[in-house]
């Protein structure tokens, strides 16, 4: 056995068990996997369960629902697509955690006669064991969430514990894919560690991004509001043009997001205030990172803003009815799994940067700064990129969908009433991971002492 | 008497008529469980004194330090500043006096890496509600007189070791404080570099009145100081003025 495979679970093991100091961050690590796997897993028995409907005959109470079915099957794989990313994203920054820390450990490694090879190997063998970890008590959240699930209904159906249990292959496949996932998070984070360590800000000044990405969505969105007039919706080629389209303009938002957060944050940069210049400085300095963040919130709210204005009563109440009505249930449900991947990912990234910008936190403290600056940086690291985010892609889905695609008979109260309180939720949860990094900031400010002393 | 100070100066928005005072440790001691770190340490520091504080690793120079700057709180004894407690302070007092009335450089600088330079050195002034630009001319002032003319936008990655320390030196002195104090300012530069430094951060101490204490492992650092304080075992093993012709 060499000798990075019989270290490496040992050192894991330790640092998850030691839950002091930076020994948190790996407790963090198995907390997002655990949420991740969780997730996955829940995200991946709802499509199983409209497949098993789809699959089995009489499933469904009628002929038309039987008929739905298959879109049932089609749209719950497009919201696993939507999920992916951010599940991926949260797997990733598991892996990346603490990335000044990880960096000198495995420099210490190197310097007693470790190749990079074993470097990497050990590290692997880390995430493996905190990915593995996660994974079982993901599994584990998920069986015992099962009942909570039953208060819900889909195709004029409420669902079944076991009609969401997936069968032993798919949760193998599903667990199986996170972990591989993780592993080449690792590897490529690690790569990009030993370059720039990430959460890490940049040694130069960032070069400013351009007004074209703005000019490029603006003229996407016109023209998709031109075409949407001369388009049949109704027919089978304009529904798919149109679904299309809208792709396009969905995708287009990441070429704007980063944008708008230089553009938003700029003004941040030039005030005398301390906390928020510090937050805004943090942004400018990756715009692209700070969207990264919630790019996939963005998406989600863009067609959450879509779907909310569908009428939900068209005077009967037929399948069609029910179709809508269960896609909005469907989109709140993705855009609430989004918003708490959303609020694990901040707790990582804060906690994550509460270690490696230590040493500027205790000159900070040193100097008298005092220690609620931090919080209050940390919370406009927060909501600044979410505001950004939701604040633009809900109302441009808003204004799409009543502009091109929906003739609105009446203001849709409850299904944006749904859609705003999911958001504020969101924000809440993404605010409690940020004061939940309250005790650790303290924590390193306890640490008093000088490097070579 | 209180010294008066010209209309533009910072200090009179920061502590009005404030007069220069001794900095007092009178029978510190601190421990660390069983470890001792300070035993009855005891001397002043005159105001403008340049003062090194020298001794073997885990002597407790550190320790003092940060006990004369109101950064720990010793076990017995009093630090204070003109004839008042410092170490009886609340924890948010004593911030508000480390950000006011005392300055800090530190070994490798610690600038925040996002600010450009200018806003690093003003920072203690925007903390103190002064506003920005006021705040940013002045620090281009002091930038200037430390050579770094030109460099203001530039941000802590984009200067060489002995310009970012010039850059905390103009941090620390922006707020006009009565003591800075220097934790090993040069340890992460070059002998020539490490001189550069040292004669800045005397000259600029010295000329804006306030008095300097440096920890140092360096002897060449030290004889930049007019006054050597040893600490050995916890305790004050010397303490002798440096001489001119040692200098």
């Not at chain 1, 919630?294 to 863009?302: E, K, M, P, Y």
């Not at chain 2, 020298?54 to 330090?65: A, R, Y």
Request: net charge positive.
């Amino acid at each position: 056995m060499s000798v990075a495979v019989s270290l490496a679970p040992r050192l894991a093991i330790e640092r998850i068990r030691a839950t002091k100091g930076a020994g948190v961050l790996d407790a963090m690590a198995v907390l997002a996997f655990t949420v991740s796997s969780w997730l996955a897993l829940t995200v991946a028995g709802g499509t199983w369960m409209f497949f098993q409907r789809w699959q089995v005959e009489g499933a469904l109470p009628s002929s038309q629902q039987s008929g739905l079915a298959v879109t049932y099957v089609a749209l719950a794989g497009f919201a696993c697509a939507l999920l992916v990313i951010p599940i991926l994203g949260l797997g990733g920054g598991a892996a990346r955690l603490g990335a000044r820390g990880r960096v000198r450990r495995l420099a210490s490694l190197r310097l007693i006669g470790m190749t990079s090879g074993e470097v990497v190997q050990i590290s692997v063998i880390e995430t493996i064991v905190q990915s593995v970890a996660g994974a079982l008590v993901g599994s584990a959240i998920f069986v015992l969430s099962l009942p909570l699930w039953q208060l819900m209904s889909f195709q004029m159906r409420p669902i079944g514990i076991a009609e969401l249990l997936l069968p032993w292959w798919l949760w193998l496949t599903v667990i199986g894919a996170l972990i591989v996932l993780a592993m080449a998070s690792t590897v490529f984070g690690l790569r990009r560690v030993t370059i720039s360590p990430l959460g890490v800000a940049r040694d130069q000044t960032p070069r400013r991004l351009k007004r074209w990405r703005l000019l490029v969505v603006v003229a996407l969105v016109i023209a998709f509001l031109v075409y949407a007039q001369f388009t049949d919706i109704a027919s089978f080629i304009g529904l798919g043009t149109t679904i299309g389209f809208l792709a396009v303009v969905i995708g287009s938002i990441n070429l704007v997001g980063p944008w708008l957060m230089q553009l938003f944050a700029r003004p941040g940069a030039r005030t005398g205030n301390v906390a928020r210049l510090l937050a805004a400085r943090r942004i400018l300095d990756d715009p692209r990172g700070a969207w990264r963040n919630v790019a996939s919130l963005a998406f989600l709210g863009f067609i959450a803003g879509f779907v909310v204005t569908m009428p939900t009563t068209t005077g009967d109440s037929g399948p069609n009815t029910f179709f809508v009505q269960d896609i909005q249930t469907g989109v709140a449900i993705t855009l609430a799994v989004g918003l708490i991947l959303a609020a694990t990912a901040t707790l990582m990234t804060q906690a994550s940067q509460v270690f490696d910008r230590a040493p500027e936190s205790i000159a900070l403290d040193r100097m008298g700064v005092p220690a609620t600056i931090h919080l209050a940086v940390r919370r406009r690291l927060v909501v600044v990129p979410l505001a950004v985010a939701l604040g633009t892609s809900v109302p441009l889905g808003l204004v799409l969908s009543t502009v091109a695609a929906v003739q609105l008979e009446s203001f849709p109260v409850v299904g944006v009433s749904l859609l705003a309180g999911t958001v504020i939720l969101g924000f809440l949860l993404s605010l409690g991971a940020a004061e939940a990094c309250r005790p650790l900031q303290a924590g390193v400010l306890r640490v008093q002492r000088r490097r070579n002393d | 008497m209180a010294p008066a100070f010209p209309p533009w100066s910072t200090r009179n928005m920061i502590t009005p008529s404030l007069p220069r005072k001794t900095l007092a440790a009178h029978n510190l001691s601190k421990s660390y469980g069983p470890v001792r770190a300070l035993a009855d340490v005891t001397f002043d520091i005159p105001s403008g004194q340049a003062v090194a504080i020298m001794g073997p690793s885990g002597s407790g120079k550190s320790t003092l330090l940060h006990c004369l700057s109101g950064i720990l709180v010793p076990d017995a004894g009093e630090v204070s500043l003109g004839g008042k407690s410092v170490s009886s302070l609340k924890d948010k007092q004593r911030s508000l006096l480390r950000r006011r009335r005392f300055g800090f450089v530190f070994q490798d600088g610690q600038l925040l890496p996002e600010l450009p330079a200018r806003e690093n050195v003003a920072l203690p002034l925007l903390l103190t509600g002064i506003p920005r630009n006021r705040a940013l001319k002045t620090a281009d002032e002091w930038l200037g007189k430390l050579g770094l003319a030109g460099m203001e936008n530039r941000r802590p990655g984009e200067l060489s070791g002995g310009q970012a320390q010039r850059v905390a030196i103009a941090r620390a002195v922006i707020h006009e404080p009565e003591v800075v104090f220097a934790d090993e300012p040069t340890g992460a530069l070059d002998q020539t570099t490490g001189h550069e430094v040292m004669q800045i951060l005397t000259a600029t101490t010295a000329s804006s009145g306030a008095s300097l204490v440096v920890v140092t492992h360096d002897d060449e650092v030290a004889r930049w100081c007019q006054r050597l304080i040893e600490i050995r075992d916890a305790m004050v093993h010397d303490d002798q003025l440096i001489s001119r012709s040692t200098r």
